[in-house]
């Protein structure tokens, strides 16, 4: 791609010869064009979910996760393709990938083959920051290390939501100290290795949780089974000082997770949704990232649980294809326009989506990145 300026230089140096320093200027040229025409519209990150499936059961998250496909974990077959694309002269040439996330959907460690799949990124992205959020209920210290020692990743997220098992229990379902025991080991070997990569945790524990929804939607969580609940203490701050003991504050990070209301999408009744009142607070991020399932489907955002609006196949097509193609296109004119009940799926629901200043996150500590 190219203007017919760069187009007509490039032939030009071609018919007559041109010294090699001035064909090369001319090359320059051309990508710096085509840089110019295309920052607007072009990617800047990838969202891969290499598994839909979770050992978690977490209060806040939909248990629909990847409910309109088929396949939950993805091939080494298919994030090869995928990789190799994001790769290739030609894309690199269209798109500014910067940045691969691994963990749209699921808990990523379910998927048998993701250090191998972490070593192709490795290879043949090296610039490329990669971005991986897991539960570590499956991050053995085995895992740890060899992602650590092998450079695999840039960063790792994680949310620690409960002080004790009883509370992180009541929140995710998970071993509170089968979770720490890997997360501690996960940070003694990255002491030892003098890895420099940073960890971000997230807080969002039970009572925030479920008095943020009573407040917002007039109805308790619809996973609370244990009406008793409602009146747990909060314990955020013992958690924020439990964790700043463990962590290395210039390198990590603490957040108080601001709150999705996604798992509750069933409890709202669309009919009294004014739409004109919400705005999509994910469309910047659609713009300009990809989210894709393990069977190559690009859906909407990561607040699509069930992968109901799809704009495509980056297996069938590639992924420039989908980029570009007319559904997308359209789709995101409606998000614009706040057409959301015609797009359906999550949109329809637009008052559980992200946006809102009370989802968003606030820092605690740390320096990290």
Not at 13 to 29: D, F, G, T, V
Not at 75 to 87: G, H, R
Not at 307 to 331: A, C, M
Request: proline letters at 3%.
């Amino acid at each position: 791609m190219g203007t017919l300026l760069s187009k007509g230089l490039k032939a030009i140096s071609i018919e007559h010869r041109l010294p090699w320093r001035l064909a090369k200027a001319i090359e320059q040229l051309d990508e710096l064009v085509n840089e110019k025409i295309l920052r607007r519209k072009q990617l800047k990150s990838i969202n891969l979910a290499l598994s839909t499936l979770c050992d978690a059961d977490c209060i806040f998250c939909p248990s629909d996760r990847g409910e309109k496909i088929k396949q939950k974990i993805m091939p080494l077959s298919y994030a090869e393709k995928i990789i190799d694309e994001i790769a290739s002269r030609k894309f690199r040439r269209r798109h500014r990938v910067k940045r691969v996330v691994i963990s749209e959907g699921g808990e990523p460690f379910l998927n048998q083959d993701i250090i191998e799949i972490l070593r192709l990124i490795k290879s043949r992205l090296p610039q490329v920051l990669v971005w991986i959020n897991t539960n570590f209920q499956t991050v053995s210290p085995d895992k740890s290390r060899t992602i650590l020692e092998e450079g695999l990743i840039g960063h790792i997220g994680c949310n620690i939501d409960g002080s004790n098992a009883q509370n992180y229990f009541s929140v995710k379902r998970l071993d509170y100290d089968l979770v720490m025991h890997n997360l501690k080991e996960f940070l003694r070997i990255r002491n030892e290795l003098n890895s420099r990569v940073g960890l971000t945790v997230r807080i969002l524990s039970l009572h925030k949780y479920i008095h943020t929804i009573h407040e917002k939607l007039g109805v308790y969580p619809k996973k609370l089974k244990d009406l008793g609940l409602i009146n747990i203490p909060d314990d955020t701050p013992i958690i924020v000082e439990q964790l700043k003991k463990i962590l290395d504050m210039n390198k990590d990070i603490i957040y108080v997770s601001g709150i999705s209301r996604w798992a509750e999408r069933e409890q709202v009744d669309i009919s009294k949704i004014d739409y004109k009142k919400y705005h999509c607070g994910m469309l910047e991020r659609i713009e300009s990232e990809a989210f894709i399932a393990p069977d190559g489907s690009w859906y909407i955002c990561c607040d699509d649980s069930k992968n109901e609006v799809v704009l495509g196949n980056v297996i069938t097509q590639s992924i420039d294809e989908v980029f570009h193609n007319q559904r997308r296109k359209r789709i995101i004119q409606m998000l614009k326009e706040r057409r959301f009940a015609e797009i359906g799926g999550p949109c329809k629901t637009v008052i559980c989506c992200c946006g809102p200043i009370e989802d968003m996150d606030e820092k605690i500590e740390g320096h990290g990145s």
